[in-house]
């Protein structure tokens, strides 16, 4: 099996795409600022998600990257948030749809988290 199998990495990636694509439409400044933030925290997520695979043998390590995955997921969202709340985003129908797909996808990542703890657990 491949990282690129497990669902949370498939939904970064997702969102990695089309957050790239909301801050080409952001205005110039921003795309310097918050954009490069949101831009940066989004590839956290999928980054460090790939980064924990290649150390699921050693289970400690695993579940310390999926929790900083997680982190880096809460940090786009409030990237995303503070770009509609100022104002540089202004589509509010794409800021629900990706405030959504973000929401979804740190949901996925905590149960991910819990299924590696527990199993983790079971195999003491």
């Known amino acids: 099996?491949?990282?690129?199998?497990?669902?949370?990495?498939?939904?970064?990636?997702?969102?990695?795409?089309?957050?790239h694509k909301m801050?080409?439409?952001l205005p110039k400044f921003e795309m310097y600022e918050e954009g490069s933030q949101i831009r940066r925290s989004s590839k956290s997520v999928k980054s460090t998600?790939?980064?924990?695979?290649?150390?699921?043998?050693y289970k400690s390590d695993y579940e310390r990257y999926i929790t900083i995955a997680l982190a880096s997921n809460d940090e786009t969202i409030d990237h995303l948030e503070?770009?509609?709340?100022t104002g540089s985003l202004t589509d509010e129908k794409l800021f629900t749809e990706l405030h959504s797909k973000i929401?979804?996808?740190g949901k996925?990542?905590?149960?991910?988290?819990?299924?590696?703890?527990?199993?983790h657990?079971?195999?003491k």
């Open 1 to 19: 099996m491949s990282y690129k199998n497990l669902e949370i990495w498939q939904l970064a990636r997702e969102l990695v795409i089309e957050i």
């Open 23 to 25: 801050t080409l439409t």
């Open 49 to 57: 998600i790939v980064e924990g695979y290649g150390r699921r043998n």
């Open 82 to 85: 503070n770009l509609f709340e």
């Open 103 to 105: 929401e979804k996808l």
């Open 108 to 119: 996925k990542i905590n149960r991910f988290l819990q299924s590696v703890h527990n199993e």
């Open 121 to 123: 657990i079971s195999n």
